[in-house]
């Protein structure tokens, strides 16, 4: 529960207490992957350990740094003749990217990119 009124808050917390079982956490910190920082104009949502994880998890942690999340040459296309491959990892890290879709908007076109041949899948995607 957060809020600019204090006493309107403590007010509501009183009122569902009353039929449920409430428990104060203290201030919010991480939740569901996302880092939550107080700033003097309210709060910064960071997803920087979720995409820490991330990159640990298919062992792209070492990788360089791309001005631009897609090659500006070429394009993707359904069936470019390589061999298919086993979708299931694929499909794993585009629903991980679409969760960080909600603090870096940035990455929304690349993602819905990759997304559209998640039905169908060969070693260049």
């Known amino acids: 529960m957060t809020g600019s009124d204090p006493p309107s808050i ?5 009122t569902i207490s009353t039929k449920f079982s409430v428990k104060d956490l203290g201030s ?3 939740f569901f992957g996302v880092e939550v920082l107080p700033t003097s104009s309210g709060l ?3 997803q920087h350990k979720y995409i820490h ?3 640990v998890r298919t062992r792209m942690d070492d990788a360089k740094e791309v001005g631009t999340p897609l090659p500006t040459t070429g394009s993707l296309v359904l069936n470019d ?3 298919p491959t086993n979708a299931a990892k694929y499909q794993s890290v585009i629903g991980a990217l679409q969760y960080i879709n909600l603090t870096r908007p940035d990455m929304s076109f690349t993602v819905n990119k990759l997304s559209q041949f998640m039905h169908c899948l060969f070693e260049s995607h």
């Open 44 to 46: 910064l949502l960071s």
């Open 28 to 30: 919010l910190h991480y």
């Open 81 to 83: 003749g390589s061999p």
């Open 53 to 55: 994880d991330l990159l």
């Open 10 to 14: 403590t007010r509501f917390i009183a």
